[in-house]
Every structure is written in structure tokens, then in C-alpha cells.
Nanobody, 121 residues
Framework: HVQLVESGGGSVQAGGSLKLSCTVS???????LGWFRQAPGKEREGVAA???????TYADSVKGRFTISKDNTGNTLSLQMNSLKPEDTAIYYC?????????????????WGQGTQVTVS
């Protein structure tokens, strides 16, 4: 039974930082993991992804501000978010893909967490 559980969301002022964590269980660790977000009235969008080899990719809107990482076991995924902007406000989801290479589209991910709210004012 695959489970992904996010934590670390909250409210922060613009310019501040937050770190999101995602615990992945019941899943083979050598697959692409990603962070997505969805703001009210908008489609879910990819934020960052990390593959089995540790290669990463980021949405243009977060490059240089967000950092995705995972621990050696692949069971904990993190997203360090710095220099937060009001437009970063959204529900953030972690997800696990069936592919081991970098993928960024929601349709390429099979398992999702419940989401955690990030609010930047």
C-alpha cells in the first residue's frame, strides 16, 4: 500500500522560507518523485522533480528559490522554499511516478499525497 504524507506547510510573509517534507512508504524508492501545486481556480502544475540518479528539474517560476532533495533511502522527499512570493500560495502535493527518469506532468505520476497548504502574504 503506497502512502505519501506531506508536512511542513503553513503561513509565511513574503520573502520568508518554508520547508516541506514528504514521507513515502510502500513504494520502490528508485522512481521519480515530484512536487506539484494547485492554486484556487488554476490547474495543478509541476514545481520540481528528482529522479533516481538525483537529477532535478524546476519550474521556471521557482528556479533559484526552491530546492528539491531526497534522503539516501528515497523515503523522504523535501522541498526547501526560500524568497517566497504571494503567487506561491497554493496547496502543495508530493507525488511518485512509475518512471525512473525525470518527468514533470501530473499524468506521469501515479501516487499522490493529500496536500499541504502554503500561504504567503
Amino acid at each position: 500500500h503506497v502512502q505519501l504524507v506531506e508536512s511542513g506547510g503553513g503561513s509565511v510573509q513574503a520573502g520568508g522560507s518554508l520547508k516541506l517534507s514528504c514521507t513515502v512508504s510502500g513504494y520502490y524508492s528508485s522512481y521519480c518523485l515530484g512536487w506539484f501545486r494547485q492554486a484556487p481556480g488554476k490547474e495543478r502544475e509541476g514545481v520540481a522533480a528528482i529522479d533516481d540518479d538525483g537529477a532535478t528539474t524546476y519550474a521556471d517560476s521557482v528556479k533559484g528559490r526552491f530546492t528539491i532533495s531526497k534522503d539516501n533511502t528515497g523515503n523522504t522527499l523535501s522541498l526547501q522554499m526560500n524568497s517566497l512570493k504571494p503567487e506561491d500560495t497554493a496547496i502543495y502535493y508530493c507525488a511518485a511516478s512509475r518512471f525512473w527518469w525525470l518527468v514533470t506532468r501530473p499524468s506521469e505520476y501515479d501516487f499522490w499525497g493529500q496536500g499541504t497548504q502554503v500561504t504567503v502574504s
